[in-house]
């Protein structure tokens, strides 16, 4: 596994599991168990998710010392609008049967609610409840609002971005202001993006050069250009598949090839409109 030192000094797996839409109960603490059987040492929940039982279960009983585990959880928007973080902290840190999460982000600006939420998530920090602190799906804006009245920077920003959405504005203020970007959806998502993608002929060019599946070119794409990923998915096999990518690498041109695939297209709400 590659890692990523957080600005904190907080290590956290370049590759991590994501379980979006991945149904509480058995469906998916037995997915959690495949994937940390799998080698997957981080995993992505939020309470939006509904799931943070079944993901705190899988963890619970792995057979991986805690410690070894890096676990994410979010704040859900209702809960942010109406001011409860604490308390909202407290319920998933229950659900999952946890003492601690690795980090806490902040799931969507909802502003103006953000600038009142962070000097909260600082407190949960402080707590050490949480190793980690930051945020998902903030523009620089929604960064500079809560960075001038903080002596916190956000760790992550957790951010939608694939070969048709690069983010390179968004990357580069992140890189430039200490906050380790994260992708969420980096193969497209679901259906139609995500099958354009992988026919796209730079991706399906590389993918048999290197004798890989296009999924994992795009997974190595994020890794190589240093940004924390999460693909999801609840087959067996693609669990595998999405984390067999550390025998090989991909060229500088290579990466920059991927990089002009970009549209701007998201598959996801914009935050600037969906505040
Ligand atoms: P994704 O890009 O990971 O794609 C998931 C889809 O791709 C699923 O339909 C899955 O079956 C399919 N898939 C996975 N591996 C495959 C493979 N090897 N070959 C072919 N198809 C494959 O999209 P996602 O689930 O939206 O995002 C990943 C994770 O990011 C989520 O589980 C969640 O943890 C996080 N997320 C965060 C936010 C946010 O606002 N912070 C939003 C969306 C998702």
Sequence with gaps: ?????????VKMPLLGYGVYKIPEGDACENAVKYAIEAGYRSIDTA????????????????????EEIFLTTKLGNPDQINGNIIEAFDASLTKLGLDYVDLYLVHWPCAPHHQTTWPLIERILKSGKARAIGVSNFQPHHLEDITKHSSTTPAINQIEMHPFFTQKPLLDYCRTHGIAPQSWSP????????????????IANLATKYNKTPAQIILRWNMDLGVITIPKSANPARIKE???????????DE??????????????????VHA
């Design 1 to 9: 596994m590659l890692y990523k030192t957080l600005n904190n000094g």
């Design 242 to 252: 999405n984390i067999d990518l550390f025998d090989f690498a991909l060229t500088p």
């Design 255 to 272: 990466v920059a090839a991927i990089d002009t695939l970009n549209q701007n297209q998201r598959v996801g709400p914009d935050p600037d």
């Design 187 to 202: 193969l497209g998502g679901e259906r139609p993006v995500q099958e354009q993608l992988f026919v796209a002929p730079t």
């Design 47 to 66: 309470a939006l998710y509904e799931n943070e039982k079944s993901v705190g279960k899988a963890i619970r009983t792995s057979g991986i010392p805690r």
